[in-house]
């Protein structure tokens, strides 16, 4: 490697400080990306989804093991009415990609919760789990 006349040393075709200087921008870029999502809640909506998921593959346990669980701790239709919607909707997903029987019940629960129920936060959390489970089926 050599230096030219101002002592800048090249690397390629780009000079050591203009590679710096790209650095330098993406890595401001990154940080205000970042503050902008949090400052607008984008982080908390991330943490809002790991926890959906989370939960979700819970549910997806508890009516898995219902036939071997007895009560009080086996999953049945009638303990939905007595989630919270986002845990509701938790169940709705895990019956959805499950194809059980209580799905449409699930749902119809969910709905009467009022518009908590009908949160489309909560409404494409659903989505996004079930639509990334049947991705890529005919």
Do not use: C
């Not at 970042?34 to 984008?42: M, N, T």
């Not at 790991?50 to 549910?59: D, E, I, P, T, Y």
């Not at 007595?82 to 029987?101: K, M």
């Amino acid at each position: 490697m050599r230096a030219d006349r101002t002592g800048v040393v090249a690397t390629g075709t780009l000079k050591r400080s203009e590679i710096s200087l790209a650095s330098l921008e993406r890595r401001i870029a990154d940080l205000e990306a970042f503050y902008a999502l949090e400052s607008s809640g984008g982080r908390s909506g991330e943490l809002t989804r790991k926890a959906f998921v989370s939960g979700f593959l819970k549910a997806m346990a508890h009516v898995r093991r219902a036939p071997i669980d007895r009560p009080p701790w086996g999953y049945e239709a009638s303990k939905l009415h007595d989630l919270s919607p986002f845990n509701l909707a938790q169940y709705v997903a895990a019956l959805t990609v499950q194809e059980h029987p209580d799905e449409e019940e699930a749902r119809k629960i969910l709905k009467s919760k009022g518009s908590k129920g009908e949160d489309p936060g909560l409404l494409g959390l659903i989505d996004v789990v079930v639509g990334h489970r049947f991705r890529g089926r005919p």
